[in-house]
């Protein structure tokens, strides 16, 4: 198993070069770079896109002209647009420019963003509380509820109870996050109904003069909207899944053996079926928790006045600040393949006899 985990974590430095080099690329193509989003700014255009649709303004002799690389130059003295280049690294081909992001990345340096003065690590730690909250609570939360209703609707399967669950799940997964979140806003946070819960934020004022107690509660407090938004879907796809895994087990011989050893229904479940079952669960693990612990959470933190990596990663976006991109891209993208060796391993400890090195060789 060692040589295994050494083997996958190996594989983690052309995966993550080959997500690195893609990305690279294709931002190498798309308008409106940094440059070209401080030069709209400072001509009063708003919107740096405007300009691709043509128009712009007259220029004279003396200044960058109308073939320049960028739309929103016209007007600005040459010297003064390579000064911003220089000072963003665009003066640099992009080859040299991706080699020494990649450098500066192996150590671990994700540089400092371009338009907030301050570094990449920092501004990540600063939204992550955000996303750690939304994320795990709702993991957490799909996890408990799904897997036990999945096991109760695989063994009552085709009963009234089966029937009217199912319908309550595909209801709860047809209704899109941010409507449901918008709706427990209105009926629980003041909007029309009940002053139940707060409207925003993760904490209240004066939240550092509570007692330990008193901060959890707080905390809790200020959750249960937004996860519950967060998580309402994810409750569908676990459920049917567990559910369905399990009929596969139950319908097998091995299972009719156990029974006819005259072994209780409660120790062929659980003894059994539960550990050959759940290993497609827990395969399915690694997407789940990436997805739902760093996408997905734009319209969530908007609605919730919540500012978290959904909101830094789009805004990151919009306003073309690459390193704040490429840092988070590269940090997500190292965690997601080290959840999946994680997932490899809870293989095993559910199911010892799984042995990944036999299975290579």
């Known amino acids: 198993m060692g040589a295994y985990i050494l083997r996958r974590l190996l594989l983690i430095i052309p995966t993550l070069l080959g997500i690195m080099i893609v990305n690279f690329t294709l931002v ?18 708003g919107d740096v896109f405007e300009g691709f649709s043509g128009g712009g303004n007259d220029v004279g002799e003396e200044t960058f002209g109308s073939d320049s690389d960028y739309v929103g130059a016209r007007g600005l003295p040459k010297e003064f ?56 609570w709702s993991t957490l939360i799909a996890y408990l509820v799904s897997i036990p209703l999945g096991i109760r609707k695989a063994v009552h399967d085709g009963t009234s109870f089966d029937t009217w669950t199912s319908g309550l799940i595909i209801i709860a997964y047809a209704i ?37 107690l008193g901060k959890a509660l707080d905390y809790l407090w200020h959750i249960v909207l937004p996860v519950t938004a967060y998580s309402i879907s994810a ?14 087990e ?30 497609i669960v827990i395969a399915g693990f690694p997407a789940v928790f990436v997805s739902v612990f760093f996408g997905g959470s734009l319209i969530i933190e908007t609605i919730f006045s919540l500012d978290g990596i959904g909101r830094l990663g789009f805004e990151a976006a919009v306003g ?16 997601g393949l080290i959840v999946s060796i994680l997932s490899d391993l809870m293989y095993v400890l559910v199911d010892p006899r799984i042995d990944f090195e036999k299975r290579e060789g």
Do not use: C
């Open 28 to 45: 190498q193509f798309v308008p409106g770079g940094p440059v070209e989003q401080i030069l709209a700014q400072m001509q009063g255009g």
């Open 81 to 136: 647009i390579e000064e911003l280049e220089k000072e963003f690294g665009f003066d640099k081909p992009p080859l040299e420019r991706f080699l020494n992001m990649l450098w500066n990345y192996a150590r671990f340096d994700f540089g400092e963003s371009y338009f907030r003065s301050i570094s990449v690590t920092d501004l990540v730690l600063e939204k992550m509380p955000v996303s750690i909250t939304l994320g795990l």
């Open 176 to 212: 899109p996050g941010f409507l449901f979140a918008i709706v427990l806003l209105v009926l629980f946070a003041g909007g029309s109904y009940w002053q139940i819960f707060p409207l925003r934020g993760l904490t209240s004022e004066g939240f550092e003069n509570l007692s330990m």
């Open 235 to 248: 409750f569908a796809t676990l459920t049917l899944l567990t559910k369905n895994s399990f009929l596969d």
């Open 250 to 279: 139950i319908k097998k011989q091995y299972v009719m053996t156990a029974r006819a050893k005259g072994l209780s229904e409660r120790k062929v479940l659980y003894g059994h079926i539960f550990r050959n079952a759940m290993l």
């Open 320 to 335: 073309r600040d690459y390193p704040v991109m490429f840092g988070t891209l590269f940090i997500f993208g190292l965690i």
